[in-house]
């Protein structure tokens, strides 16, 4: 089911109650993500959520853990930016719920308390159908900053789709990226042509909550690209130091 498809049947649900959920107010439409940290982002307290109006860098706060139980927050992103999600007292996938993990536009979030103190989350996207489709079509998480080899994209889209990159974000920096430049090609050995150049800075990523958007060149930025095309972040210059990112692809697939 396409998000949209999702968004129609989830707001024609009633209040349900799951298993071991304890939280007031089972569906929660309309929403705003706010704020750029975890002190001002808006606080969950439905156990499905739809977030319809969002800011560059805003984000949102899931129940905690006490109150979840052994159950399941589901949230939907069909606001125009990626949403930070945060925990106050709980891990997410291992990271601190002060930092949060990366809810992308147009994408489904589905966190699973796993018990006091700990969420286990993942992003449900559907491969994007054939047909002028605008979304996520691939991603690349804790890519290495330090490392000038290929470092491959993942490609959400089915293997038969035409696609063009419109957007690529990158967020979540583990530290600051002063140093580091490069950029992203549709072949290896910094080969193909350059989506992305190779001068392209990262040096805005102060901490885990920044967000930078690269700049796509013209001429690539306005081609379609063949099925089976494929994207590979190549960086020129390292951080020099062990530093992680999270690069996530948008365009629309045909």
């Not at 052994?70 to 069909?78: E, P, R, W």
């Amino acid at each position: 089911m396409s998000i949209h498809g999702f968004e129609r049947s989830f707001k024609g649900r009633v209040a349900i109650k799951w298993p071991g959920l304890q939280i007031e107010g089972c569906v929660s439409t309309g929403l705003i993500a706010t704020g750029t940290t975890i002190s001002d982002a808006f606080p969950l307290s439905a156990q499905y959520n739809l977030i319809s109006t969002s800011s560059s860098g805003s984000g949102i706060i899931l129940p905690g853990t006490d109150l979840v139980g052994h159950g399941l927050v589901l949230v939907v992103n069909s606001s125009l930016n990626d949403v930070k999600v945060y925990s106050r007292h709980d891990t997410i996938n291992g990271t601190a719920g002060s930092t949060g993990v990366l809810l992308p536009q147009n994408d489904i979030g589905f966190y699973f308390s796993t018990g006091a103190g700990a969420y286990s989350a993942s992003n449900v996207l559907d491969p994007m159908p054939v047909g002028g489709n605008y979304g996520l079509i691939g991603k690349l998480l804790s890519a290495d900053m330090n490392l000038i080899s290929d470092q491959p994209i993942q490609m959400l889209i089915n293997t038969s789709s035409l696609f063009r990159v419109e957007k690529i974000t990158v967020t979540n920096a583990s530290d600051i990226l002063n140093v580091v430049t490069g950029g992203i090609y549709t072949d290896i050995n910094k080969g193909g042509t350059a989506i992305v150049a190779n001068t392209q800075n990262y040096s805005s990523l102060l901490s885990p909550n920044s967000i930078i958007n690269l700049t796509i060149l013209t001429t690539p930025g306005n081609t379609i690209w063949d099925a089976g095309t494929s994207l590979y972040l190549s960086l020129s210059t390292p951080q020099n130091a062990s530093v992680t990112a999270d690069f996530y692809v948008y365009g629309t697939s045909y």
